[in-house]
């Protein structure tokens, strides 16, 4: 692939894919904002990358904490920098199934991504690319229809928030499976996350911001297992893809190996 210019930042750099982006996006020659909660694991994989000869820069980010995401908008208006591509690949997978796991999961595969994403608007370059870390989990296929209603077409972005919180809420009452919710936070919170992608990709048009989802399949991550099918390379690769796109590339769309999959 020919040479990127620009910087891109990433959440959840320190370890598996985000770590992966980070290196393949710095080795396309792009600066590259490596963020991470974990400050001592953000530092050494920053570390590493800087040792490939990659220009890699740590910039400590909790995406559940609004108070951690203006501090790091702040540091990047005050130098002055501009955003060619960012990735919201930060997210959780719990065990277990209650309102804790829940509200937690939301947090971080939902409102995390919608957070960062708002948040840093005002530093992206015109043409930027938005990519949202996504899984075959939020597809709508199997949904209740019930719920896939009220996701496909995707409602306003305050209604789409609401119906986030609205689920955690059913899940603390007991009620959620009687509402045609999954048993599964995770699939809720990419469910989301899909949805939000297409509010953007429309909200943002007029500014020529890619916004795209992707589902890098089953990767060999500590989220993934060591059974997982894929390397971390190989789930790596479109999400830099969609980093990457030119000016005329696709916006609005999900996508699995770089072509385009069903909502």
């Given amino acids: 692939m020919a040479k990127v210019t620009g910087t891109a930042l990433v959440t959840g750099g320190n370890r598996g894919l985000g770590l992966e982006v980070c290196r393949q996006l710095g080795r396309l020659g792009m600066r590259v904002l490596l963020s991470a909660r974990d400050i001592a694991a953000g530092a050494e994989a920053t570390a590493a990358l800087r040792s490939e000869g990659l ?19 702040d540091r990047l208006e005050r130098q002055g920098l501009r955003l060619a591509s960012l990735v919201n690949n930060a997210a959780i997978a719990l065990q277990g199934f209650d309102a804790s796991v829940a509200e937690r999961t939301v947090a971080a595969n939902f409102l995390g991504p919608l957070h960062v994403t708002e948040r840093l608007l005002p530093l992206m370059e015109e043409h930027g690319r938005i990519v949202m ?78 916004v795209n989802a992707v589902c890098p399949g089953w990767v060999r991550t500590r ?13 790596a690769d479109t999400l830099v893809w969609a980093a990457t796109l030119p000016p005329e590339g696709p916006s609005g769309g999900f996508f699995r190996e770089r072509r385009a999959i069903p909502w």
């Fill in 223 to 235: 989220m993934g297992g060591e059974g997982a099918s894929r390397s971390v390379e190989e789930g």
């Fill in 133 to 210: 870390v996504s899984s075959g989990a939020g597809e709508l296929e199997g949904l209740s229809p019930a719920i896939r209603q009220r996701v496909d077409p995707p409602p306003s972005k305050e209604e789409l928030v609401a119906l986030m919180h609205e689920f955690v809420d059913d899940v603390r009452g007991g009620g959620y499976a009687a509402k045609g919710w999954p048993g599964s936070a995770y699939r809720v919170s990419k469910l989301g996350l899909n949805a939000l992608t297409r509010l953007l990709a429309a909200e943002l048009k007029p500014r020529h911001l890619l």
């Fill in 55 to 73: 220009e890699v820069t740590f910039e400590p980010l909790d995406v559940t904490s609004q108070e951690s995401i203006d501090k790091l908008a």
